[in-house]
């Protein structure tokens, strides 16, 4: 069960960690996370290609800040309500994916079973990558493999 701290809703750095509250969920904040990155990923899909890959490396980077931080306030490595580095993952999965709901629906379903399950190297990633940074890869590389099995599903049909 999920248990958020009194301190997402009053620092700024630990509302974007829980992903604007959507880690407070009692129950899979993961998946509500990944939910909660859907709108914006509505709203980015039409930049150009290079800008919106800029985009996500940005958040990525920012991420790692924000969860590191966020992490060693709580005292608890990646704690279950940080839902940044879903939110990152999620748009990497959609990057050159033409917007549409059924498109969205289906990064989401892709990229949660990768993140869920974790084959390697995202499991050993998970494990042994420390801080920040190791909240953030696992998320990107589940995030390579969804992003790889959506444009293979787009140029198979």
């Not at 608890?76 to 917007?99: C, K, N, Q, R």
């Not at 059924?102 to 993140?115: P, Q, S, T, Y």
């Amino acid at each position: 069960m999920n248990q958020a701290p009194a301190s997402v809703w009053r620092r700024p750095v630990h509302f974007l960690a829980f992903g604007l509250g959507s880690g407070t969920v009692p129950f899979a904040p993961g998946t509500f996370g990944t939910l909660a990155a859907i709108p914006f990923y509505w709203l980015i899909s039409e930049l150009p290609l290079g800008w919106y890959l800029g985009l996500v490396a940005a958040t990525f980077f920012w991420g790692i800040w924000l969860c590191d931080k966020t992490s060693r306030d709580l005292g608890v490595h990646d704690h279950s309500g940080i839902v940044w580095d879903e939110f990152v993952g999620y748009w990497l999965t959609m990057a050159a994916v033409p917007f549409s709901w059924e498109a969205a629906l289906w990064g989401f379903v892709v990229f949660r079973i990768f993140d869920v399950f974790k084959p390697w190297p995202i499991r050993w990633a998970d494990r042994r990558v420390a801080g920040g940074f190791g909240i953030m890869i696992d998320d990107v590389l589940a995030a390579v493999y969804a992003w790889s099995t959506m444009h293979l599903w787009f140029w198979l049909h």
